[in-house]
């Protein structure tokens, strides 16, 4: 029997070993390396089951913890423009799962990678029921394209976090070549967007 709920994974009644496999997504301006653990014998991949915060709440969340984000000049003009990248963010991770799950699907040797089970029995779908393989893509996709969207919210949040160390370090400019912290990451003339600049930059490094 299996159970999935956002964060939380259980497997009951079996002692199937898991298989490791890395799995690679790409998001407009990130590039994201997943390592996954697939465990085909079950519902769901147990390193897919991570769940995002909608464009909303994480743009909220964003804004109260990481005010510098936000304002003229800064990476958010409001919050309004936040959601909106956000949520071209998650149609964009949704798109790349659909042609990862396609290329899944269409694979002659899935099987032989995955613990002998084929696409559809590997995302949960009974190969026999109808419309199983229309179930089991749809499983695909859903499940990697929320993972690929709640790993680059916690990108950002992590990079979020580094930044407010460096610009709360009075030692900076002296490990920084004399510049400030704004003068380091800022591009824009008022250097508004050095703590934007700053966050991006180790976003994309994760």
Same mark, same amino acid.
């Given at each position: 029997?299996?159970?999935?709920?956002?964060?939380?994974?259980?497997?009951?009644?079996s002692e199937t070993p898991m298989r490791r496999s890395a799995v690679t997504v790409k998001l407009t301006n990130t590039r994201i390396?997943?390592?996954a653990v697939l465990v085909c014998a079950v519902a769901v991949p147990a390193a897919l089951a991570a769940q995002p915060a909608s464009p909303a709440a994480f743009c909220k969340n964003l804004q109260k913890t990481s005010p510098?984000?936000?304002?003229?000049?800064?990476?958010y #003009?409001?919050? %309004?423009? *936040? &959601?909106?990248?956000?949520? =071209?963010?998650?149609?964009?991770?949704?798109t790349n799962a659909a042609k990862l799950c396609k290329a899944?699907?269409?694979?002659a040797n899935f099987a032989a990678t995955h613990g002998g089970k084929t696409f559809t029995e590997c995302?949960?779908?009974?190969?026999?029921?109808?419309g199983a393989d229309k #179930?089991?893509? %749809?499983? *695909? &996709?859903?499940?990697?394209? =929320?993972?690929?969207?709640?790993t680059q919210q916690s990108a950002v949040q992590n990079a979020a976090k580094k930044c407010k160390a460096e610009r709360a370090d009075p030692?900076?400019?002296?490990?920084?070549?004399?510049?400030?912290?704004?003068?380091?990451?800022g591009k824009n003339a008022n250097l508004r967007n050095a703590f934007g600049k700053c966050v991006s930059a180790y976003a994309k490094a994760q």
């Open positions: 029997q299996v159970s999935v709920s956002p964060g939380v994974f259980r497997v009951r009644g390396v997943l390592i510098l984000l936000f304002g003229a000049g800064a990476t #003009k409001n919050l %309004g423009q *936040c &959601v909106t990248a956000q949520t =071209a963010l998650s149609s964009q991770s949704t899944e699907q269409a694979d995302y949960g779908a009974n190969p026999n029921a109808k #179930k089991a893509y %749809g499983m *695909c &996709v859903s499940t990697r394209a =929320a993972t690929a969207t709640a030692n900076f400019a002296a490990t920084h070549g004399g510049k400030t912290f704004a003068q380091f990451y």
